[in-house]
């Protein structure tokens, strides 16, 4: 069984971060044709996670900024 509330619960956090207007995932896909196996329930969810990694890169690309300069920002004794 993979994840997927996981990756739910993620996307959810994505779409809070992009504001009330944000929808992810969007239309859902007709399904398929034939029996959904294995290897395509695992294509799916690899997918959805690669998509839901590229939502979150500029997040995690902010946070490393600010994390980097953390240091900077603040006095040196207020930290202890």
Known sequence: ?????TLQ???ALCNR???PTAKFPGVAMPP????VDSAAQLGSY????????????PFMQRTGDL???????TNVNARK
Not at 67 to 72: I, K, P
């Open 1 to 5: 069984m993979l994840p997927n509330k």
């Open 9 to 11: 619960d993620l996307n």
């Open 17 to 19: 971060f992009m504001g």
């Open 32 to 35: 398929l044709p034939f029996k």
């Open 46 to 57: 690899l997918t959805t996670m690669s998509m839901l990694i590229q939502r979150l890169l």
């Open 67 to 73: 994390l980097t300069r953390e240091s900077l920002m």
